[in-house]
C-alpha cells in the first residue's frame, strides 16, 4: 500500500501545479502539465498542441486538443478524464482495476475522429475551434498525409489490480485498431488503412517519469508478433559479459513499418533529425526508384543499439526476437527516406539494408548515451553532427542551476530551475514538513524547467516559429547556441550577466502570457504564437538590428516586470500580430501553420510591422528601454571581470545536515541486504561527517544524490525519518548567499558588508558573531565558508527568519 500511497501523493503535486490563478484544475491546465512528460519519454515531439475542446453528444464525443509532428504523418489527439481530476474525487474512486472504464475514455476521441471522417460533425460551425481538425479529417488530402492516429488518454486515476487480500499496481496496454478510409492523389482513387494507436497516461506512467528523472520510456520491438510477425535473422559478430553485437540485413518495408509506428521515437538518439527529401535523402530516394538490387551496396547501413535481447537459436541460424530500448543511432535518415517513398508508391519490397545491432546489457541511461555519442562521434562522415549534450548534467545547465541557487534578484528572492524533471516535487517530498513555507519561496511563477528554459531564451531573438513548436527541437537549439555550435559560432559565457538577463527574458514571456489572456479573457486563440512572435519582433528591431539600440533586458531584470507603457506597448502589438497571423497564414489550421518559418518571413517583414515599430510612441518607450553597443560592452566587460562564487557543494551538504544522522541510520538499517559493503561505508562518512560538522567531499555527495534517488524508488517510508521541521542549516546558508549577494548588487566590498554584521551581532549579543568576519574574508577571496562557520550561523540567521 506505501506504492499506492505514493501515487496518491504524487497525484496531488500535479493537480497543484495544474491549477489556474484562481486555484482551479481544468482540462486545459492539466494537460499542459502533462505534456512536459510526453516530451521527455519522446511520445511527442512538441510541446504545444492546439486546444479544441470539443465535447458533443452529451460527453460522449470529446476531444480536448491535438497536433501533428514535424514529418506530418501522424495526428496525436489528447483527451483528458475529467472526473479524473475532480477535487471531491475519494481515493478509492481514483484507484481503477477495470480496463473497460478505460477503453470508455478513448472511445470518446475514437467517436470524434470517425464522425469527422465520416462528414457527421457538420453542427460544428466555423468559429468553432474543433471546425479545423474536423474539416481536415474529412478531406482527401489530410487523409492521404497521415498514416497513424495516437490518442493519449490523460487521466489522474491510478491503474491497480485489486486481489481478495491487497491492492497492487499495475498496468493497461491497449491493442490497435485500424480504420479504413479513401483518399485522391494525382486523380487517382486509394484506400488504406488508418493505425490507431491508443496510450494511458496515468498516474502510473506519470509517476515512472518522475522517478526516473525524466528519462525515456524504453521502446521494445517485439519482431515475433503483428505487424513483422518473423524474428530477425542474424549473426552474432560479439558476445561479452555485457556488451553484444549483431549484424543483420533488415528488409526495407520492416523499416517502413517500425517507422510508421513509432515514428521520431525510433530516432531519439540519433544525432540528426530527418533533412526532408533533399541532398542524400533525394539520393536515396533516386536508387529506389531506378537501382533498388544496388541500394545495400550505396548504403552506408543502420547502426541500432538496445539494451536486452531475447535470442531465438534454431538451425545454426540466430534470430532476435526482441529489442528492448530499440534506438536507431545512425541511420535514421535511411529509415525515414524508405517509410516516405514507399508512401510515394515506390516499390521497395526488394530492398535490404545493412544493421549492426550493439546491445550493451543493463546499461544506464548514462552509460548508454556514452555508447552513443561514441558511436556518432567514429562513425559519422554524412553531414555535420552535433556534439551538443542534451541531458540533464549538460555543464552549461549544471552551471545555470548553479546560478539559480546562489543568485538573488533585486528584492531577494530567488528562481527555481529544474534542470531535472521532478526536481521540485522530490524538494517537497523530502522536506514535506516546510512544504508550506518551500512553496511560498517557490511560487510557480518564480519556477521553471529546462523546456521552458529553452522556449523563453529563443524567444528573444529570429526563430519565433521554433519556440511554437516548443520540445527537443527548441531546446538542442538553445543548447547549440551556448556551446558555440549554433548561429553564432560564439561560445556563450554563462555568468551572472548571463543568468540575469535570463530571468529578464523569463520574466518578458509570462508577462506577455499574462497580458494575452486566457479562456473567455484571452485576445484570441493563438496566445502561443502570438507571444514569442511578438517579442521576436521587438528584437528584430532592436539587438537584432546591428544600426539601433539594444534592448536593457537588465532593466526587466531590476524592476521583475515591466512598465505599464512596455505593457501598453505590446499589448498593442500582440493584438495586431493576432491579425497578422491568420492574414499571412497559408492554411486554416493556424496553430500549425505559426510553427513554419515562412509565416515568420512574412509577418517580420511586412508593411503593417514596419508601420507600427515606426510610431512614435512604440520608439520612445522602446528607447527608454534602449542601451548602446558601447554601454553593453562596458558593462559585460564589468561582470566578466567579477569572480562568482559557487555555493553548489555548500547547499547540498547544508542540506544533507537538515536531513539528519537519523534518516541515514534509518537507510543502513532498512536497506542492509541491499547495499554493498562500500556503499555501507560512504553512508558511514556521511554520517561521522554531520557528527563532526566537517565538510562532505564531492564523490560523497554525488553518492548520497543517488542513495536518495534509491530511497524515492524502493522505500519512500524512509523520508519520514527526516526532520524537514527545522532547515538550520540551509537557512543559515541562504542567510550567507544572501547577505552576499546584498554586497555585489550594490558593488559593496563583500569583507566590509560582513564586518558590518560582525558588529551588529556584537551589539546584539550574538554569540559567535566573530564568524561573519571570518566568512566575509574567505567569500571576498572566493572561497567558501566551512561547515562549523555555517553552524555559528544558525543562531543569527534563526532570529533574523522568526522577524
Known amino acids: 500500500m506505501m506504492e499506492l500511497k505514493e501515487l496518491l501523493i504524487y497525484r496531488q503535486q500535479i493537480l497543484d501545479e495544474s491549477k489556474d490563478a484562481d486555484g482551479y484544475t481544468s482540462d486545459e491546465g492539466f494537460l499542459e502539465n502533462c505534456l512536459p512528460g510526453l516530451g521527455d519519454t519522446k511520445h511527442i515531439e512538441s510541446l504545444d498542441s492546439t486546444d479544441i475542446h470539443c465535447s458533443l453528444d452529451g460527453g460522449s464525443t470529446k476531444v480536448n486538443a491535438y497536433m ?42 475514437i467517436s470524434f475522429l470517425k464522425k469527422s471522417i465520416k462528414r457527421q460533425l457538420d453542427q460544428l460551425q466555423d468559429g468553432s475551434p474543433a471546425w ?69 497516461i496515468d498516474i502510473n506512467f506519470l509517476y515512472n517519469i518522475y522517478i526516473a528523472k525524466g528519462s525515456r520510456d524504453p521502446l521494445i520491438i517485439n519482431f515475433g508478433e503483428s505487424p513483422f510477425n518473423n524474428p530477425l535473422p542474424c549473426l552474432r559478430a560479439a558476445n561479452e559479459a555485457a556488451f553484444d553485437s549483431y549484424l543483420c540485413a533488415i528488409p526495407a518495408t520492416l523499416l517502413a513499418e517500425l517507422y510508421k509506428r513509432h515514428s521520431s521515437r525510433l530516432l531519439e538518439k540519433n544525432v540528426r533529425s530527418f533533412l526532408q527529401l533533399k541532398g542524400v535523402n533525394k539520393g536515396m530516394q533516386e536508387t529506389i526508384r531506378n537501382e533498388p538490387e544496388k541500394f545495400i551496396a550505396y548504403n552506408n547501413g543502420l547502426t541500432i543499439t538496445a539494451t536486452d535481447s531475447d535470442l531465438l537459436y534454431k538451425d545454426g541460424t540466430y534470430y532476435i526476437k526482441t529489442l528492448t530500448d530499440f534506438q536507431i543511432v545512425n541511420g535514421g535518415q535511411t529509415t525515414a527516406t524508405l517509410y516516405f517513398s514507399q508512401k510515394l508508391g515506390l516499390n521497395i519490397d526488394q530492398i535490404r539494408v545493412m544493421a549492426k545491432i550493439n546491445v550493451a546489457k543493463g546499461a544506464s541511461e548514462e552509460v548508454l548515451d556514452d555508447l552513443i555519442s561514441n558511436i556518432s562521434t567514429y562513425s559519422n562522415a554524412q553531414s555535420k553532427v552535433s556534439k551538443v549534450d542534451l541531458r540533464a548534467r549538460n555543464p552549461q545547465l549544471m552551471k545555470i542551476k548553479s546560478l539559480s541557487e546562489s ?4 528584492s531577494g528572492r530567488k528562481w527555481f530551475f529544474e534542470r531535472a524533471k521532478g526536481e521540485y516535487a522530490t524538494l517537497l517530498r523530502i522536506n514535506s514538513g516546510k512544504k508550506a513555507q518551500l512553496e511560498k519561496e517557490f511560487p510557480k511563477e518564480r519556477r521553471f524547467s529546462k523546456e521552458e528554459l529553452a522556449k523563453y531564451f529563443a524567444a528573444w531573438g529570429d526563430k519565433p516559429y521554433a519556440v511554437k513548436k516548443g520540445g527537443e527541437k527548441i531546446f538542442r537549439l538553445f543548447l547549440e547556441d551556448l556551446s558555440g555550435e549554433g548561429k553564432s559560432k560564439k561560445v556563450t559565457i554563462i555568468n551572472r550577466g548571463f543568468y540575469e538577463e535570463l530571468v529578464a527574458r523569463i520574466v518578458l514571456f509570462r508577462e506577455l502570457e499574462k497580458i494575452y489572456g486566457t479562456g473567455n479573457n484571452a485576445m484570441g486563440q493563438l496566445r502561443s504564437a502570438v507571444v514569442p512572435y511578438s517579442i521576436s519582433v521587438v528584437y528584430a528591431y532592436t539587438n537584432g538590428n546591428k544600426k539601433g539600440l539594444h534592448f536593457d533586458l537588465l532593466k526587466v531584470w531590476k524592476a521583475e516586470k515591466l512598465d505599464d507603457d512596455l505593457r501598453r506597448v505590446f499589448k498593442n502589438l500582440m493584438e495586431l500580430m493576432n491579425k497578422l497571423i491568420k492574414k499571412y497564414a497559408q492554411s486554416d489550421d493556424l496553430g500549425e501553420y505559426s510553427k513554419k518559418p515562412e509565416l515568420w518571413d512574412a509577418i517580420v517583414t511586412s508593411n503593417e510591422i514596419s508601420i507600427f515599430m ?123 548567499i544572501k547577505k552576499y549577494n546584498e554586497a555585489i548588487i550594490k558593488g559593496d566590498n563583500v569583507q566590509s558588508s560582513f564586518d558590518a554584521l560582525k558588529e551588529l551581532g556584537f551589539k546584539k549579543g550574538i554569540r559567535h558573531y566573530s564568524v561573519f568576519g571570518e566568512i566575509g574574508k574567505l567569500l571576498e577571496n572566493g572561497e567558501l565558508p566551512s561547515m562549523s562557520q555555517i553552524r555559528q550561523v544558525i543562531e543569527y540567521s534563526s532570529n533574523q527568519n522568526k522577524k
Open 68 to 109: 501533428v509532428n514535424e514529418s506530418e504523418e501522424r495526428l496525436q489527439i489528447f483527451i483528458v478524464n475529467e472526473e479524473s481530476i475532480r477535487p471531491d474525487a475519494t481515493d478509492e474512486s481514483l484507484m481503477l482495476s477495470q480496463k473497460t472504464v478505460y477503453e470508455k475514455q478513448f472511445n470518446r476521441a
Open 132 to 200: 479545423i481538425l474536423v474539416h481536415q479529417l474529412s478531406s482527401s488530402g489530410f487523409m492521404d498525409q497521415i498514416d497513424v492516429v495516437e490518442i493519449f488518454l490523460l487521466t489522474a486515476t491510478v491503474t491497480v489490480q485489486r486481489k481478495v487480500d491487497s491492492i497492487t499496481v499495475r498496468n493497461f496496454e491497449f491493442e490497435d485498431e485500424n480504420i479504413t478510409v479513401s483518399f485522391t492523389r494525382d486523380k487517382k482513387k486509394h484506400t488504406k488503412d488508418l493505425i490507431i494507436i491508443r496510450r494511458l
Open 407 to 410: 543568485i538573488l534578484t533585486i
Open 614 to 736: 515606426a510610431n512614435s510612441d512604440v520608439d520612445t518607450v522602446l528607447k527608454r528601454y534602449g542601451i548602446t553597443t558601447d554601454e553593453l560592452r562596458k558593462r559585460e566587460k564589468e561582470i566578466s571581470q567579477t569572480e562568482e562564487i559557487n555555493f553548489d557543494s555548500l547547499i547540498e551538504i547544508s542540506a544533507i545536515f537538515d536531513r539528519g544522522i537519523e534518516f541515514y541510520k534509518s537507510i543502513l538499517l532498512a536497506m542492509s541486504k541491499s547495499l554493498s559493503d562500500s556503499h555501507q561505508k560512504k553512508i558511514e562518512s556521511i554520517i561521522i561527517s554531520i557528527q563532526q560538522c566537517k565538510s562532505i567531499e564531492g564523490s560523497l555527495l554525488i553518492f548520497e544524490k543517488k542513495l536518495l534517488n534509491e530511497v524515492m524508488i524502493s522505500d519512500t517510508s524512509l523520508l519520514d525519518k527526516i526532520n524537514s521541521q527545522h532547515l538550520l542549516f540551509s537557512d543559515a546558508t541562504n542567510f550567507v
